[in-house]
């Protein structure tokens, strides 16, 4: 039996990636359509959802610390554990966490609702991790986004690399793309909904590969990667963003139709993972240093001006001071605008999860700081590259330190904050940069793109 209480408030948590971000935006979609209230008050909540992140142990342990919190609370609200954790444990997570309810993965966040219908009325421990094979819910005229005038676009979901480190494959399945004519009318639909800008997610966005070449066709493009870019740029849509780029996959048609299309914003995100040729072998990652240097030419010679940022593992088994001192000089090639490191975490069943982790966390900790000292430089350099430049910016909100300012980012997607009220979120703005901050920088604004258009 499955009945709907409208009266239950639920607080909805999201761990992890972008993929995991735009899940939430669903499932909040599917609560609301079915009679619940999304609250932000995590403590008065009637159900808690923990959408959860499978890539590192650190998020794994975050979440049984958050179990933890609300079991603790005096009104015990229900707790349910969804995302890639849950699609992984199971059933073992209510062995191992006291207080969880329920458990919903992620190849079965649409019956979420019925879930929690079911847990009020039954008070049994419920559990739904879908059927092998299933089709994922692509829809993205969700009324519950982060943003109104941003959207995720999923274009294609699961991965079928298998680098040694990585659990996703094994949580979200084979890779499979979305038809690009489906694509193409949800970001029409997306421009009539008032929105400035899309990212077209999936874990390797540029290995987009559909069924059929429907609503590719008439585009120019030396991959359906590259096509599909040219195909969403011609609904004129006013600003796109990608990731992540797989570099194995990234072709220089990429940066061809980047040149070729305005609204396709200049930053491409193309994570590495390591800079020695002995550790990419290990991690089965498919391409060598020399490989990846020849994109990142292609990249940094584009008249775009394109961001470049990255992944980093330090510590991966076997990884030796030598191929360490190859990370950074590639790092120092590289030049980041901005990069994310991660000290490598076993994940049971990975083929890396049988070699010997013998890289002390210490060193570990030791390489991950040297890392991010040098790209710190870096990254001080890019920011610092833009002062005196006019740059293009959404306003996205007000900013969290000052309430006379607005925080948004640029089209290569470096966070700008700038003078302005409330009334301007949602404007792309003209703004003049006249300062690099810490992590981003801060400018004028000096036209209102949208108004003079
Ligand atoms: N350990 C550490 N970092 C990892 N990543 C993926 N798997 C692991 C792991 N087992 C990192 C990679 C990837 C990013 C999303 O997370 O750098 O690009
Ligand atoms: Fe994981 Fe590699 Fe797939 Fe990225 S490409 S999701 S690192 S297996």
Redesign the pocket.
């Known amino acids: 039996m499955i009945i709907k209480d409208k009266t239950k408030k639920v607080y909805l948590e999201t761990f992890g990636?972008q993929m995991n971000v735009s899940d939430s935006e669903r499932i909040a979609n599917n609560l609301v359509t079915n009679g619940y209230e999304m609250t932000l008050d995590s403590d008065s909540a009637d159900v808690v959802l923990l959408n959860t992140c499978s890539?590192?142990e650190k998020a794994e342990h975050k979440l049984f610390s958050r179990v933890g919190h609300f079991n603790n609370l005096k009104n015990k609200p229900k707790i349910g554990v969804m995302g890639c954790v849950a699609q992984l444990e199971g059933e073992t997570i209510f062995n191992r966490s006291n207080g969880v309810d329920f458990v919903v993965g992620t190849r079965a966040i649409a019956r979420i609702s019925d879930v929690i219908s079911k847990n009020i009325v039954d008070e049994n421990l419920a559990i739904d991790l879908g059927e092998r094979e299933f089709d994922y819910d692509w829809s993205v005229n969700s009324k519950q986004r982060f943003s109104p005038y941003i959207a995720f676009v999923p274009i294609i979901e699961g991965c079928n690399k298998f680098?040694t480190?990585?659990?996703?494959p094994f949580s979200r399945g084979r890779e499979r793309s979305l038809s690009a004519e489906v694509i193409v009318n949800q970001v029409k639909t997306l421009i009539k909904e008032g929105v400035k800008e899309i990212h077209l997610i999936g874990q390797n966005v540029n290995s987009y590969r559909p069924l059929s070449d429907v609503g590719l066709e008439g585009f120019a493009g030396a991959t359906k990667f590259s096509k599909l870019l040219r195909a969403v740029a011609a609904t004129g849509m006013e600003r796109i963003k990608f990731a992540?780029s797989f570099p194995r996959d990234f072709h220089a048609d990429i940066i061809k139709a980047i040149e070729e299309n305005k609204n396709l914003c200049n930053w491409v995100h193309l994570?590495v993972?390591s800079g020695s040729n002995k550790v990419l072998r290990d991690m089965r990652r498919g391409h060598t240093v020399e490989d990846y240097k020849k994109r990142v030419d292609i990249i940094r010679s584009s008249p775009r001006n394109i961001s470049l940022t990255t992944?980093?593992?330090v510590g991966f088994p076997g990884e030796t001071d030598e191929d360490f001192e190859d990370t950074l000089r590639l790092v120092d090639y590289c030049q980041y605008d901005s990069a994310?490191f991660?000290?490598?975490?076993?994940?049971k069943g990975?083929i890396?999860a049988s070699m010997v982790d013998n890289v002390t966390d210490d060193e570990k900790t030791i390489r991950f700081n040297r890392l991010n000292i040098l790209h710190k430089i870096h990254q001080q350099k890019q920011l610092q590259a833009n002062v005196n430049k006019v740059l293009k910016v959404l306003a996205e909100r007000p900013s969290s330190k000052n309430t006379n300012e607005l925080t948004g980012h640029s089209t290569c997607h470096k966070i700008v904050n700038f003078r302005g009220n409330t009334s301007d979120i949602g404007n792309v703005f003209d703004v003049k940069i006249t300062s690099e901050k810490v992590n981003s920088l801060y400018g004028e604004k000096i036209r209102n793109i949208d108004n003079a258009k």
């Open positions: 990636c890539v590192r680098c480190y990585c659990i996703v992540t994570p993972q992944d980093i593992i994310y991660f000290k490598y975490s076993i994940r990975t890396s």
